[in-house]
C-alpha cells in the first residue's frame, strides 16, 4: 500500500563493521531471513558512497516501529567498531557523509516540511551511532523549513551545486584510478 504521509525521514546505520562492504541485496537478504517481505529501508548508502534503492520511495518501509506508515528510511553501511560488534562507532566514510547529504537535500526538496531524524532519537537505539541533529546544524541542511522565496531557493540550489561538486570530486578522482 502506498503511504500516504511523509512527515519524517529516519537515518539508520546496518550495525556492521566498516570493513563489511555490503549492499543493498545482502541487507534485503537478511531482512527476508527476519521475515520481512523485503529490505526495509528506501535507500542504503554503501561504504564506498554509492547510493542504492531498497523499496520504493512511496511505499510503507519497515525500519521504525511505529512510524513506518510515515516516514523514509535510509541505512549507512557501517556503524559498529571494527574489534567489537556491540560497540556503536561513526566510522562512516566521506563519500557516505556526501551521499547522505545530497540524498537528504533531494528528499527534503521533494517532501516539503519533513524533519530528519536519528532512529535512537525514537527509541532507545544507539543506531546510527551519531547524533543527527548535531551534523544536520553543522551541515546547514534545512530540516523544517519549507521553502518558498526566490531567496531561499537560490541558497538551496547553491548549496546544492556545492555537494554536487564536491562529489564530482571525490567520485570523478577514485574513477580515473
Ligand atoms: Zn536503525
Known amino acids: 500500500m502506498p503511504?500516504?504521509?511523509t512527515d519524517t525521514i529516519f537515518v539508520h546505520c546496518s550495525a556492521t563493521k566498516p570493513s563489511m562492504d555490503i549492499d543493498a541485496k545482502e541487507i534485503d537478504r537478511?531482512?527476508?531471513e527476519r521475515g520481512f517481505l523485503k529490505?526495509?529501508?528506501h535507500f542504503v548508502i554503501k561504504r564506498d558512497g554509492t547510493k542504492e534503492t531498497g523499496r520504493d520511495l512511496m511505499e510503507a518501509g519497515a525500519h521504525v516501529k511505529g512510524h513506518n506508515h510515515k516516514s523514509i528510511g535510509l541505512c549507512l553501511i557501517g556503524g559498529?567498531?571494527?574489534s567489537d560488534v556491540n560497540v556503536p562507532?561513526?566510522?562512516f566514510t566521506k563519500e557516505q557523509w556526501l551521499t547522505?547529504?545530497?540524498l537528504l537535500n533531494d528528499l527534503i526538496e521533494q517532501f516539503p516540511g519533513v524533519v530528519v531524524k536519528g532512529h535512537n532519537e525514537v527509541s532507545s537505539k544507539a543506531c546510527p551511532s551519531f547524533d543527527v541533529q548535531a551534523w544536520l546544524l553543522k551541515e546547514g541542511i534545512i530540516k523544517?523549513?519549507?521553502v518558498t522565496t526566490p531567496e531561499e531557493k537560490q541558497y538551496l540550489e547553491e548549496k546544492r551545486e556545492q555537494f554536487r561538486g564536491e562529489q564530482l570530486e571525490?567520485?570523478?578522482?577514485r574513477k580515473d584510478k
Request: charged residues 25%.
Open 3 to 5: 503511504r500516504q504521509i
Open 89 to 91: 562507532d561513526n566510522n
Open 144 to 146: 523544517t523549513k519549507q
Open 80 to 82: 559498529v567498531s571494527e
Open 170 to 173: 571525490l567520485f570523478g578522482g
Open 30 to 32: 537478511w531482512h527476508r
Open 39 to 41: 529490505i526495509g529501508y
Open 100 to 102: 547522505l547529504k545530497n
